[in-house]
């Protein structure tokens, strides 16, 4: 269901209707869960964070403007609750996560199809390997095909930080392509 065959279910939602905020639900809750799972690691930390998300939507449908996209929206929230979520964790667990980051460890996905579908698992082991803040540039610009403007808008920062962040996070990409052999090039 695209952007304009929400809005008149968004408009519901926004009145209180529980039955269109399922419907909105339902047509973006697989995506908005891709895109955390890109960012974080622990299963039970993705459906806590996407939950959170979810209720941080229904808390802020009055700030949603529908002269721009949903899911643009929808993305924002999304990338500031993950932000949200990590600097939380990192008071508690600094050293922890921040070993877990550097590995690329095995998880179950709810949905392997898509995994598969959606990039080969190579890839994706080094995109899981890079820092949150080159991971997230590159999923939102790659996995979700935003300008870096737009990407800068949604991170609320500089536009030349974004191109850095993406030039860096390619850079490093193509170095550990390389270093593990792989015939597939990075551009």
């Known amino acids: 269901m695209n952007d304009k065959e929400l809005l008149p279910w968004l408009e519901k939602a926004t009145l209180g209707d529980e039955s269109a905020f399922q419907l909105v639900?339902?047509?973006?809750?697989?995506?908005?869960?891709?895109?955390?799972?890109?960012?974080?690691?622990?299963?039970?930390?993705?459906?806590?964070?996407?939950?959170?998300?979810?209720?941080?939507?229904?808390?802020?449908?009055?700030?949603?403007d529908p002269k721009r996209p949903f899911r643009y929206w929808l993305h924002g929230i999304t990338v500031r609750q993950v932000q949200d979520w990590k600097r939380k964790a990192w008071r508690r667990i600094r050293l922890f996560e921040r070993n877990r980051q550097m590995t690329c460890e095995q998880f179950e996905w709810t949905d392997k199809a898509v995994l598969q579908s959606e990039m080969k698992y190579e890839m994706f082991c080094?995109?899981?390997?890079?820092?949150?803040?080159?991971?997230?540039?590159?999923?939102?610009?790659?996995?979700?095909?935003?300008?870096?403007?737009?990407?800068?808008?949604?991170?609320?920062?500089?536009?030349?930080?974004?191109?850095?962040?993406?030039?860096?996070?390619?850079?490093?990409?193509?170095?550990?392509?390389?270093?593990t052999g792989g015939d597939a090039y990075v551009h």
């Open 25 to 64: 639900y339902q047509a973006t809750h697989q995506d908005v869960y891709r895109t955390v799972a890109f960012l974080v690691y622990n299963k039970q930390d993705i459906e806590d964070i996407v939950n959170e998300i979810y209720m941080r939507m229904w808390r802020s449908f009055h700030t949603y």
């Open 126 to 179: 080094l995109v899981r390997q890079l820092s949150y803040k080159l991971r997230v540039v590159v999923i939102l610009r790659y996995f979700h095909d935003y300008a870096l403007e737009e990407i800068a808008d949604m991170l609320q920062i500089p536009v030349g930080t974004v191109k850095s962040r993406h030039h860096l996070a390619l850079k490093e990409l193509r170095k550990r392509f390389e270093m």
